[in-house]
């Protein structure tokens, strides 16, 4: 057994992003052959280089900050975007989705660790966002915001991470219950990564990013 056949074993139904970043074309290719489809970059220049080269039924995500002014490069093939973290964001994946007639898939990134580095939205933000797609479909009409998406504080302290976790799915329910009754297609808690993602499907995860226990570390 692979390690990738441990992996997908163990979670079941949750969804594997394999995160390739600074990961060569050929170790990607590797995974593809064993079966592996969805697969995440947090760099835009370096996603539109293997998005290029690589089979075209392979799924991008984009899980790391995105700036605006970039927004346009990834908007031609890009399926999922994990971090919004702003309205503005919102407006211009929109305008970019809309030029390219596509609808892009988005997760709401919440803030839910220690670190004040870590990007993400609060509660309040949160809300400002949900009011706007909810009263102003019209004007997101190239968007879909398929769900949340948090990183968990780095530390060997599990409880702490759990207590992340379980924010984020609070957080999650929430807007899934006070916002978006009736948007079936919001369904996705994007929650996570290598050191863990155990812990994170426990809590409810539905979708794990994984990179240097696939690939190695970087
Ligand atoms: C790099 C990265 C991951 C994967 O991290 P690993 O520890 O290698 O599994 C997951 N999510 C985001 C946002 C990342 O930037």
Known sequence: MSVYNDILTELGNVKLIAVSKTKPIESIMTLYDEGQRMFG??????????????????????IGHLQTNKVKYIAPFVNMIHAVDSLKLLFE??????ACRRTIKVLLQMHIAQEETKFGLDTKELIEILEYY??????LKHIRIVG??????????QEMVRREFKDLKN???????SYLVGYTDFTELSMGMSSDYKMAVEVGST????????????
């Open 171 to 177: 957080k999650f329910l929430y807007a899934k219950q």
């Open 93 to 98: 994946i929109e305008k970019q989705a809309a």
């Open 148 to 157: 949340l998406m948090g990183m968990a504080t780095n530390t060997d302290n």
């Open 41 to 62: 970059e947090n760099k835009v220049k370096e996603m539109t280089e293997k998005y290029e080269t690589l089979p075209k039924d392979i799924e991008w995500h984009l």
């Open 134 to 139: 909810t009263t102003n479909p019209d004007l």
């Open 207 to 218: 979708m794990v990013r994984i990179g240097s226990l696939l690939f190695g570390s970087r």
